[in-house]
């Protein structure tokens, strides 16, 4: 919330309009556009639009989404000597995070608000001057920019729980900035109001091309009443309502069927692959390997290599061919979890390794398929201490499923070239969340109950279980390398069938489902919220090899300390900010705030 705006907005294209659908996602550096020349036509709205997208992709706020969603978790460690190259990211694995600490700033999220902002402002005067910007136009448009606010507002409270907020769009240096932090129940609340209010304006699906082509890439590239239900569904799973998550899980996933559902009429595929799609995912449309060969892949390339799947909801798109094209590459995953050339700065926690190679008392991954997860593989590179991550820093990848123990090999993007998506939401994760709302729902029995009472609790959680066991199971079930399943491979209803096994199934399935999709930290956060104390988060964050376990233990006793800090520089420009106490200032003299 930095002084940082004069009488100019920032715009990200270099044309006026739009050849394509594809235009809009590939998008040149940014110009700087005079405010009193702009605002006058449709394509003036398309162009700032298109910058707070342009500005989500920046290298900056992407390694923030990065890092605050998985830095601080087990999934990670510090790879060698590499990490010396990045003392910021080196204090944050080693919990020794500061105010002084680079990677706390939250500009580039902040920028992305006031664009939305402005776009608020100004848009309703562009359908006032320009009659090829309709009201159906502008409210999509309100639409679409109040849900990338609240995407923006939903990273930082998740990430330093209290935050300034605001509505206005900023625009003259006048305009008073320096606001106070508002409570983070505060603006969930705003966010689920902001959402509620719009979602029904939303563009439910934009032109499509043919099956698979570029243009389904805007599917998936922009803002859909698909991405603004899964939004309100993790909104309220957050804020304890669980009835209302499992309402907007539901629309996500029938809209999600209704799709697939229309495309199957054009691909036609054969009664016996239909067959043995039903047995392995029921009637939930997620992308699958081919069920005829022993060599497994194709799924993890689709969906982050290709982009724009069948089961992601929003995702920021690149360009296949960033070194040819001059447009923005996937700069952040090269530089976190590798490219072809140079040691990226994290890697695999050995834990991951360990919890693999255990024969028992797993606490990540399924002793029913473990070997034949392909997750395992798709994740990170287990063969070695410091397992490579191989989610989005591999461009195709090859399970070779044909003997007991499979083996994969990998093509790493070249550091120039990374195009893989960034997923914000896809279907698993909407499941998942619906599962953990169930569990919420169900009932525990406490000391002194009777046996009848027992049993209407017992008849009352049946049903949850058995959904949310569908859920993770088919999850799960999609994920192993197997051409015809059978008991010992699968997950059985009875080893999980009491609201403590159900949920912590559930835990376990999205940690090794959506891992290093910058979800794993949000998930402890969200855990420590409800239960009220950080227990589960200490004994996850324990299993680090880069921390002291008696400092973890004591250090994140405090739920502060689960939250990140207010960067220094933010704190001297704005003199409402109260510093968290979890943390230092990282100086070693106070400071004076300034107006």
Not at 522 to 542: C, H, M, P, Q, W
Request: glycine share 4%.
């Amino acid at each position: 919330m930095k002084k940082k705006y004069s009488n100019i907005i920032c715009a990200i294209c270099v044309i006026c309009g739009f050849s394509s659908c594809a235009d809009f996602l590939e998008i040149k550096p940014q110009s700087e556009i005079i405010l009193e020349d702009f605002w006058n036509e449709k394509a003036d709205v398309e162009n700032v639009v298109a910058g707070c997208y342009s500005r989500l992709q920046d290298d900056g706020v992407r390694r923030r989404m990065m890092i605050w969603g998985e830095a601080r978790s087990e999934n990670v460690m510090a790879n060698g000597v590499a990490i010396n190259g990045d003392v910021n990211l080196h204090n944050i694995l080693k919990e020794n995070i500061t105010a002084m600490n680079s990677y706390t700033t939250w500009d580039g999220f902040y920028d992305v608000i006031n664009r939305c902002n402005t776009v608020l402002k100004y848009a309703p005067e562009v359908a006032a001057k320009d009659p090829a910007y309709t009201m159906g136009d502008l409210n999509a448009t309100i639409a679409e920019v109040t849900a990338l606010r609240s995407l923006c507002y939903f990273y930082l409270i998740r990430t330093f729980r209290d935050v300034p907020f605001s509505r206005e769009a900023f625009t003259d240096d006048n305009q008073k900035m320096d606001l106070p932090a508002s409570p983070f129940e505060t603006v969930l609340a705003y966010l689920i109001e902001d959402l509620e209010a719009v979602k029904d304006n939303a563009v439910k699906r934009y032109p499509e091309g043919s099956y698979n082509s570029d243009q389904d890439r805007y599917q998936t590239g922009r803002i859909t009443q698909d991405a603004i239900h899964a939004m309100l569904c993790e909104l309220y799973l957050w804020k304890g309502d669980y009835d209302n998550s499992i309402r907007y899980a539901d629309l996500v996933i029938k809209s999600k069927q209704d799709i697939e559902e229309e495309k199957e009429k054009k691909r036609r595929s054969s009664a016996e692959t239909k067959a043995r799609v039903k047995v392995r995912l029921g009637d939930y449309p997620l992308v699958y390997d081919n069920l005829t060969t022993t060599t497994y892949g194709d799924a993890y390339e689709e969906i982050f290599a290709d982009g724009s799947s069948k089961e992601t909801i929003f995702e920021l798109s690149y360009d296949r061919t960033p070194a040819s094209s001059q447009l923005p590459a996937n700069s952040a995953v090269v530089s976190l979890y590798g490219g072809q050339t140079g040691s990226p700065l994290l890697v695999g926690s050995k834990y991951l390794k360990e919890d693999i190679e255990l024969t028992s008392q797993r606490t990540v991954y399924e002793d029913a398929n473990k070997k034949l997860d392909a997750r395992i593989y798709t994740n990170c590179d287990a063969t070695s201490d410091a397992p490579r991550i191989r989610k989005m820093s591999s461009s195709r990848i090859r399970i070779n499923a044909s003997t007991s123990s499979p083996d994969a090999t990998y093509s790493t993007y070249a550091n120039n070239s990374n195009s893989s998506t960034w997923i914000f939401y896809r279907l698993p994760d909407i499941m998942l969340m619906k599962a953990e709302a169930l569990c919420e729902k169900m009932r525990s029995s406490s000391p002194g109950t009777t046996a009848e009472e027992d049993s209407v609790i017992a008849a009352y959680n049946k049903p949850l279980l058995e959904k949310a066991f569908e859920l993770a199971n088919v999850v799960n079930k999609r994920s192993i390398c197997k051409k015809e399943l059978t008991g010992t491979d699968t997950l059985q209803f009875t080893n999980y069938a009491s609201k403590d096994l159900m949920t912590k199934l559930v835990k376990r399935e999205r940690q090794r489902e959506l891992m290093y999709e910058g979800k794993r930290w949000f998930d402890l956060v969200r855990y420590s919220l409800r239960a009220g104390n950080t227990d589960e988060l200490i004994d996850a964050v324990g299993h680090r090899e880069d921390v002291n376990k008696g400092f973890v233990q004591n250090f994140f006793k405090k739920m502060d300390a689960i939250f990140w800090p207010y960067n220094i520089d933010e704190m001297k420009v704005n003199r409402n900010l109260v510093p968290n106490p979890a943390f230092s200032s990282g100086e070693n003299s106070s400071y004076e705030k300034t107006n």
